[in-house]
T-cell receptor, first 116, second 113 residues
Framework: GEDVEQSLFLSVREGDSSVINCTYT??????LYWYKQEPGAGLQLLTY?????DMKQDQRLTVLLNKKDKHLSLRIADTQTGDSAIYFC????????????????FGQGTILTVHP | SQTIHQWPATLVQPVGSPLSLECTVE??????LYWYRQAAGRGLQLLFY??????ISSEVPQNLSASRPQDRQFILSSKKLLLSDSGFYLC????????????FGPGTRLTVL
């Protein structure tokens, strides 16, 4: 199966760290992604991680991948009110030639609310 | 640089009326193109994707159809809208590389009454 699941809501105080979790079922996933959607807008790629990596850090964002447990997390350090949005994790697969199948499977999204 | 456009931005249509949503991409050639629906502001459901002109793959059976008459144009259509077709429709493109980063348009909010 290709299910991707996320917790639905997360509320944090400004300045704290946020951790958004995601689980997936397809062990052949090669890339995993985190997208951000602000109200009434399209999705924007935040970061991605290749499946042979355990961690990737990009400024305030840290992605952790536990391939054994098929668990992906996104940590946002020093969370700001501008980080309030819906965060989607997604997975994709490639064939042996490295070409993407062209499809992403998205989770339901986690609504992050940052309050002062 | 590449840009993706969708129109209209919002649309209110009666049940049983036809639908045509348009998506165009600029600044790239031979992109993969995608239509998603997001119901109730939550999860994304892939409706159609296309790897080339005239090539459409449907992901779920539904009341909608898609066409790709030109390389960078993707159209979502219906002959008769249902109430359940209401939602936020997002078009996206990618280059189909190993890192399948998809770039999303601003979306169309469709309300069927």
């Amino acid at each position: 199966g290709e299910d991707v699941e996320q917790s639905l809501f997360l509320s944090v105080r400004e300045g704290d760290s946020s951790v958004i979790n995601c689980t997936y079922t397809d062990s052949s996933s090669t890339y995993l992604y985190w997208y951000k959607q602000e109200p009434g807008a399209g999705l924007q790629l935040l970061t991605y991680i290749f499946s042979n990596m355990d961690m990737k850090q990009d400024q305030r964002l840290t992605v952790l991948l536990n391939k054994k447990d098929k668990h992906l997390s996104l940590r946002i350090a020093d969370t700001q009110t501008g980080d309030s949005a819906i965060y989607f994790c997604a997975e994709s697969r490639t064939n042996a030639g490295g070409t993407s199948y062209g499809k992403l499977t998205f989770g339901q999204g986690t609504i992050l609310t940052v309050h002062p | 640089s590449q840009t993706i456009h969708q129109w209209p931005a919002t649309l209110v249509q009666p049940v049983g009326s036809p639908l045509s949503l348009e998506c165009t991409v600029e600044g790239t050639s031979n992109p993969n193109l995608y239509w998603y629906r997001q119901a109730a502001g939550r999860g994304l459901q892939l409706l159609f994707y296309s790897v080339g002109i005239g090539q459409i793959s449907s992901e779920v059976p539904q009341n909608l159809s898609a066409s790709r008459p030109q390389d960078r144009q993707f159209i979502l259509s219906s002959k008769k809208l249902l109430l359940s077709d209401s939602g936020f429709y997002l078009c996206a493109w990618s280059l189909g590389l190993a890192v399948n980063e998809q770039f999303f348009g601003p979306g169309t909010r469709l309300t069927v009454l």
